[in-house]
């Protein structure tokens, strides 16, 4: 754990070299095209704030092990501790090689400028071409075959299990559901005669009846929740039908608007419509 931690603070620090080399090729490139001063000055000043945001991003995604990850068992090779640490810091050695060939043959600039191209080229072969390659390689042997199809096979099992027991979590719920409202209907047959008669006391005055039709709605909110007051409601609206009166709905709608969670009802929504 120590090894795989100092090996990812190494990562960013590399990652790091690599954008500031990118960045002093950049600049080079447009100091040689003879671009004005303030121009290459205002580019760099815009690209070192992507490039600061970027290196962020990437150390975060680093340590959160999301990227740079194999497992060692599928990828002998490539998933090691030797193999990782060869692959850091590969570029270092690149960006080293290259500014003291140049350092030693020109000068102090060129020598920077060969760092930073031994740096970018370095890591662009080993992070993009050798290592994608050994990935490759090591993916079609037959062990490493094995190993992820057992791995993937795990994994579906896993989700499979987890799926199932989230179908018998609802299917409870469900269940519990189903139970409360076959314990309360003889509560809620009673509620829903008295209420009509306070809906045909009210057809005159709506407020005639509205605080007893409150604490009725209170207690089979406390009593089932939501799914007993729809329950209810839909009691009250097919004795309206059958009366034919329809608006005593509405009146009701309005009597337990804030009661528990009726307002957000989609039965109390259409009830008005």
């Known amino acids: 754990?120590?090894?795989?931690?100092?090996?990812?603070?190494?990562?960013?620090?590399?990652?790091?070299?690599?954008?500031?080399?990118?960045?002093?090729?950049?600049?080079?490139?447009?100091?040689?095209?003879?671009?004005q001063w303030w121009a290459i000055f205002s580019i760099s000043a815009q690209a070192v704030v992507i490039v600061v945001f970027g290196i962020l991003i990437y150390g975060f995604a680093l340590f959160r092990r999301t990227v740079g990850e194999r497992i060692e068992a599928e990828h002998p090779l490539s998933g090691s501790v030797?193999?990782?640490?060869?692959?850091?810091?590969?570029?270092?050695?690149?960006?080293?090689?290259?500014?003291?060939?140049?350092?030693?043959?020109?000068?102090?600039?060129?020598?920077?400028?060969?760092?930073?191209?031994g740096t970018v080229l370095t890591a662009f072969v080993v992070w993009l071409f050798v290592d994608t390659a050994v990935g490759i390689g090591e993916s079609i042997l037959p062990e490493t075959r094995r190993l992820r199809a057992v791995r993937l096979a795990g994994e579906r099992e896993l989700r499979e299990a987890a799926r199932r027991e989230k179908e018998l979590f609802l299917e409870r719920l469900r269940a519990e559901k189903r139970a409360t409202l076959e314990r309360l209907r003889p509560v809620l047959d009673d509620r829903a005669q008295e209420l009509m008669g306070l809906l045909a006391a009210s057809a005159d005055?709506?407020?005639?009846?509205?605080?007893?039709?409150v604490t009725i709605g209170l207690e089979v909110w406390q009593a089932g929740g939501v799914d007993c007051m729809?329950?209810?409601?839909?009691?009250?609206?097919?004795?309206?039908?059958?009366?034919?009166?329809?608006q005593f709905t509405c009146i009701l709608d309005y009597w337990w608007d804030g009661v528990g969670d009726w307002r957000r009802s989609r039965t109390s929504r259409a009830a008005c419509a």
Request: proline share 4%; charged share 15%.
């Open 230 to 246: 729809n329950e209810l409601f839909a009691a009250i609206d097919r004795l309206c039908a059958a009366g034919a009166k329809p």
């Open 82 to 117: 030797y193999y990782r640490f060869f692959y850091v810091v590969m570029p270092i050695f690149g960006g080293l090689a290259s500014g003291i060939d140049y350092l030693t043959s020109e000068g102090l600039l060129p020598g920077l400028r060969g760092w930073a191209l």
């Open 1 to 35: 754990m120590k090894q795989d931690r100092q090996i990812r603070i190494l990562h960013t620090v590399v990652a790091a070299q690599f954008a500031v080399s990118a960045a002093l090729i950049i600049f080079w490139t447009l100091y040689e095209a003879h671009l």
């Open 205 to 213: 005055d709506p407020s005639v009846g509205s605080d007893r039709a």
